[in-house]
Each structure stands twice: as structure tokens, then as C-alpha cells.
């Protein structure tokens, strides 16, 4: 169990470690659920958008044509946080 503490201004900061378990970094929002007898759920936000918002982003009619190679090189940046 970790524990924090509350800053003058009645924030918290979670530590590298935690965030790290939720599977989050910089830019990425949480999802906080008030429970009964005083208790938190702190989970990693779920992506709002849809499947439809992926379709045409690796191939462009009037745009570069991509080799397998530099797909799985994207591929594998972005499995690996890189943006």
C-alpha cells in the first residue's frame, strides 16, 4: 500500500510507480469513482473515440506508401509508449 500526501492546496501527486501500474504517462487522463466508507477507484481513462476515427491513417491515396518493415516499426513504437 502506498501512501500520499495532500499539498496546501488539497492536491496529491501520484508517484512514477503508480502510474506506471495504471499504465499512464503524461498527457493520458484517469477516471476517479467515489466508493463507500471513504474509498477511491483510481483507474486509466478509457478512449472515448471510434474505430471509424482509425480508418485511412496509414494509407492516403495521395500520400506516401509504407513498406512492411516501417509499419512494424511504428507498430512497435507505439506498443512501446513512443509517440
Known sequence: MSTLT???????????DLLRHLGVGPG?????QLLPNGH????AA????KIS???GLLHRPDG?????EEIN?????GWAGER
Open 46 to 49: 478509457s478512449p472515448t473515440g
Open 28 to 32: 493520458d487522463r484517469v477516471s476517479v
Open 6 to 16: 495532500i499539498t496546501a492546496k488539497g492536491q496529491v501527486t501520484l508517484r512514477k
Open 73 to 77: 516499426e511504428a507498430i512497435a513504437k
Open 40 to 43: 477511491l477507484d483510481v483507474r
Open 64 to 68: 506516401p506508401s509504407f513498406t512492411i
Open 53 to 55: 476515427d482509425a480508418f
